[in-house]
């Protein structure tokens, strides 16, 4: 939207997605305090998405 990032889960609230300054596949949702990374295969394309929540609980989901 914009210049700026969202993600929404199905049964969740949307979160803007705040680039991590050093990371370049790595951002923090909020307000929810999650942190969003995207692997890539050697050919630099997104293979997979990595959902670290505050709590600790990863959720990996692989690009089909």
Do not use: C, H, W, Y
């Not at 914009?2 to 979160?15: C, I, M, N, V, W």
């Not at 923090?28 to 942190?35: I, S």
């Not at 890539?40 to 959720?59: L, S």
């Amino acid at each position: 939207e914009g210049d700026k990032l969202f993600a929404q889960p199905p049964s969740g609230e949307r979160a803007e997605l705040v680039p991590d300054p050093g990371a370049a596949d790595k951002f923090l949702a909020q307000p929810v305090g999650a942190t969003v990374s995207f692997e890539r295969d050697a050919a630099g394309k997104v293979t997979a998405i990595i959902v670290t929540m505050p709590n600790g609980q990863v959720i990996k989901a692989r690009k089909t």
